[in-house]
């Protein structure tokens, strides 16, 4: 698959034919990309996608059944202790240790990369100012929100200063007021020069943060680019959806005739008895004509959803369903 646009200041972290099976199930299938310093890349794509096990194979975690994953130039499995030493992660479970307080749990994670001394210390306050807790220091994680258990995770995370971070659905069962204190955590990282892989499956995080992202679902690649690329791939299609109830071959072939009738780029993203989604340019415009084409097959429309070009339509275009589902 094609590597997008993006030119990278210094390629930090290459992903190359990667896969993961266990057994005959395949979780990650041959993907490859790749990101460097002062960014951030996405990997965009519904629960089960195959992210977390990328994550885990770059981290040392899982070795690929194929493939290879490099970080600052260092194989991770060849070369793993060299890899995880420029590696920072985030993982989406809490890697926490509730009875411990918060400045300990910093300092041991600090201490795990061979911090010590007045440097721990500094680089200690240093995170619990950055992350919103140099009040709550001393305070056990038992006792936290959940916004305040993922900001300590992500101090945990980068306290040894790491130039790559892996972040893995970061803001998984926040409050909004802490999914942007997140936010705004994953964007000084970047600014700062650290390269960072951003796993979600919420289309807004993708929008606002990813510099590049690659679209994964069934541990595949679907496609990977800027966000502007991407948005490029849908040109003026939108997405239709109507709900009701469609004889499925009479209103296949119904709704399939309208395209030389009206002259339109319509596409059946997928069709069941009860709801049918379309691609399709101008969509608003050709709504009587589905309509009519449905009514005339015994069919009928109870509800219609309209959604101009944006990452979730290129999904819904890609895939045939929701990235939610």
């Not at 499925?248 to 008895?273: G, H, M, W």
Request: hydrophobic share 40%; glycine share 10%.
């Amino acid at each position: 698959m094609p590597q997008p646009d993006t030119v990278w200041f210094t390629t930090m972290l290459t992903v190359t034919e990667l896969s993961k099976n266990y057994g005959d199930f395949v979780a990650v299938d041959r993907i490859s990309f790749s990101a460097g310093e002062g960014g951030i890349y996405g990997l965009l794509g519904p629960n089960g996608a195959g992210k977390s096990t990328t994550i885990n194979c770059i981290a040392g975690l899982l070795k690929p059944t194929s493939g290879h994953a490099s970080v600052a130039g260092h194989d991770v499995v060849a070369e793993g202790k060299a890899a995880r030493g420029k590696l920072g992660v985030v993982p989406q479970e809490l890697a926490l240790y509730e009875d411990l307080p918060a400045v300990e749990n910093l300092r041991y994670w600090g201490k795990a990369y061979g911090l010590g001394g007045k440097a721990l210390d500094d680089r200690v306050a240093e995170v619990l100012e950055t992350i919103g807790l140099g009040d709550r220091a001393k305070d056990l994680p038992k006792t936290f929100s959940g916004g305040m258990k993922r900001r300590l995770n992500f101090g945990c995370g980068i306290v040894h200063k790491p130039p790559v971070i892996l972040l893995d659905e970061p803001t998984v069962g926040v409050d909004p007021q802490s999914r942007a204190r997140i936010f705004d955590l994953v964007e000084a990282e970047r600014d700062a020069g650290a390269c960072v892989l951003y796993t979600t499956h919420y289309m807004e995080e993708a929008e606002r943060l990813c510099d590049s992202l690659a679209i994964i679902d069934h541990g595949k690649l679907i496609a990977q680019g800027t966000v502007a690329e991407l948005r490029a791939k849908l040109g003026a299609r939108d997405v239709l959806q109507l709900t009701g109830h469609f004889p499925l071959e009479p209103t296949k072939q119904a709704i399939s005739a309208l395209v030389e009738r009206v002259n339109t780029d319509l596409e059946f993203l997928s069709q069941e008895e009860d709801s049918v989604t379309l691609s399709l340019s101008q969509a608003s415009q050709h709504l009587p004509a589905i309509f009519e084409a449905v009514a005339n097959t015994g069919g009928r429309v109870t509800e219609t959803s309209l959604r101009s070009p944006n990452l979730e339509t290129l999904f819904l275009l890609l895939t045939g369903k929701e990235l939610r589902e």
